[in-house]
């Protein structure tokens, strides 16, 4: 079984400003692990996935995460805030191939102009 | 690209009512997903299905059935509708895992039931 947690439902960070989002993860399995984002009144899109290649995954709009099986964590970072951030982001974990996706309850990301 | 569409983005029904949500795909996926989204809960699995005809439950099924006649469809049912079931859905996809194991999500449908 698999589950995350993000910590944080609200993360308010100002232009500019380092954007870190956490995600912890529990999995039975070597996990595969996903970052979505949410635009208001938009469905989900991916924005990253680690599947047990570079610990270090780069995504869409200069965001990165790094998996430490260590920390069991799979935070989210952008070096510098844009105001078009703004958005929710949902971590999620699978144990890959067919296995549906568990998703965290999401964080609601504000940049402060 | 993948589309994902859904058929009606609010929908207003009334208590004890029977409705319909449509989801369609035009990537030839199998797999086929519905998820409800709600403040503080994050997203979650209502039903899934691997192919055509066959289903499976997810985490919240309860007041809720889905149809997938065909491939390229998955619909999404209430039996009869209640105030609880006020919410966010979202359809989504799951591409092969050799083509990248992704989950595309159509633009949701916002279900008011009073």
């Known amino acids: 079984a698999q589950s995350v947690t993000q910590l944080g439902s609200h993360v308010s960070v100002s232009e500019g400003a380092l954007v870190l989002l956490r995600c912890n993860y529990s999995?039975?399995?070597?996990?595969?692990l996903f970052w979505y984002v949410q635009y208001p009144n938009q469905g989900l899109q991916l924005l990253l996935k680690?599947?047990?290649?570079?610990?270090l995954v780069k995504g869409i709009n200069g965001f990165e995460a790094e998996f430490k099986k260590s920390e069991t964590s799979f935070h989210l970072t952008k070096p510098s805030a844009h105001m078009s951030d703004a958005a929710e982001y949902f971590c999620?974990?699978?144990?890959?191939?067919?296995?549906?996706?568990?998703f965290g309850t999401g964080t609601r990301l504000t940049i402060i102009p | 690209d993948v589309k994902v569409t859904q058929s009606s983005r609010y929908l207003v029904k009334r208590t004890g009512e029977k409705v319909f949500l449509e989801c369609v795909q035009d990537?030839?996926?199998?797999?086929m997903f519905w998820y409800r989204q709600d403040p503080g809960l994050g997203l979650r699995l209502i039903y899934f299905?691997?192919?055509?005809?066959m289903k499976e439950k997810g985490d919240i099924p309860e007041g809720y059935s889905v149809s997938r006649e065909k491939k390229e469809r998955f619909s999404l049912i209430l039996e009869s509708a209640s105030t609880n079931q006020t919410s966010m859905y979202l359809c989504?996809?799951?591409?092969?895992w050799g083509q990248g194991g992704e989950q595309y999500f159509g633009p949701g449908t916002r279900l008011t039931v009073t």
């Open positions: 999995s039975s399995v070597p996990p595969y």
């Open positions: 989504a996809t799951l591409s092969p």
């Open positions: 990537m030839d996926h199998e797999n």
């Open positions: 299905s691997y192919d055509v005809k």
């Open positions: 999620a974990v699978s144990g890959g191939g067919n296995e549906k996706l568990t």
């Open positions: 680690y599947t047990s290649a570079a610990t």
